[in-house]
T-cell receptor, first 111, second 114 residues
Framework: SQQGEEDPQALSIQEGENATMNCSYKTSINNLQWYRQNSGRGLVHLILIRSNEREKHSGRLRVTLDTSKKSSSLLITASRAADTASYFCASNNNAGNMLTFGGGTRLMVKP | EPEVTQTPSHQVTQMGQEVILRCVPISNHLYFYWYRQILGQKVEFLVSFYNNEISEKSEIFDDQFSVERPDGSNFTLKIRSTKLEDSAMYFC????????????FGQGTRLTVV
């Protein structure tokens, strides 16, 4: 798989349920970021976790990072229909300041 | 809230024509980027720009691409001779610092080459 692969590729849940998305990467990183994209729109930054951090929270979002497994997860708790979007992880590696994006998870939250 | 703005939102151009995509980054940001997303594919890094110079560029960013900061506010991406495979959403982004900081993305320009 390539740098920054998410799974699942698509996830459909009911409103109120939790949604968990996973991301794997290959090279050493400075940080890993999660972005949200509504259909046909721009990327909205959700959360950044540094390589020396293991867990971070922001509102209903919880991100974990396991550098030994080169993986991260994004948990959205108590999902809402408005959370329906694509979610991307993006790694900032040690070679520079660019972001390497994964393929994304398409989340659908049914009301 | 400050935001990155891009114009136009949608551009249709004939193959072989030159296009210029425009971006206004957040005013106190120093690092600027272009990414592209071909329909149904990953967001791909094209180029980063700092202090009026290209910092990094990907293999995609070949001689047909160029970037410029013509004045204190605009940041442009020029594609000299467009090809059908250049059709994509192009995103501009800016950051306050080079490392460990969130990137703010614009809404994108959808480029369609016919």
């Amino acid at each position: 798989s390539q740098q920054g692969e998410e799974d699942p590729q698509a996830l459909s849940i009911q409103e109120g349920e939790n949604a968990t998305m996973n991301c794997s990467y290959k090279t050493s990183i400075n940080n890993l970021q999660w972005y949200r994209q509504n259909s046909g729109r721009g990327l909205v930054h959700l959360i950044l976790i540094r390589s020396n951090e293991r867990e971070k929270h922001s509102g209903r979002l919880r991100v974990t990072l396991d550098t030994s497994k080169k993986s991260s997860s994004l948990l959205i708790t108590a999902s809402r229909a408005a959370d329906t979007a694509s979610y991307f992880c993006a790694s900032n590696n040690n070679a520079g300041n660019m972001l390497t994006f994964g393929g994304g998870t398409r989340l659908m939250v049914k009301p | 809230e400050p935001e990155v703005t891009q114009t136009p939102s949608h551009q249709v151009t004939q193959m072989g024509q030159e296009v210029i995509l425009r971006c206004v980054p957040i005013s106190n940001h120093l690092y600027f980027y272009w990414y592209r997303q071909i329909l149904g594919q990953k967001v791909e890094f094209l180029v980063s720009f700092y202090n009026n110079e290209i910092s990094e560029k990907s293999e995609i960013f070949d001689d047909q691409f160029s970037v410029e900061r013509p004045d204190g506010s605009n940041f442009t991406l020029k594609i000299r001779s467009t090809k059908l495979e250049d059709s994509a959403m192009y995103f501009c982004a800016s950051t306050e610092a080079a490392w460990n900081t969130e990137a703010f993305f614009g809404q994108g320009t959808r480029l369609t080459v016919v």
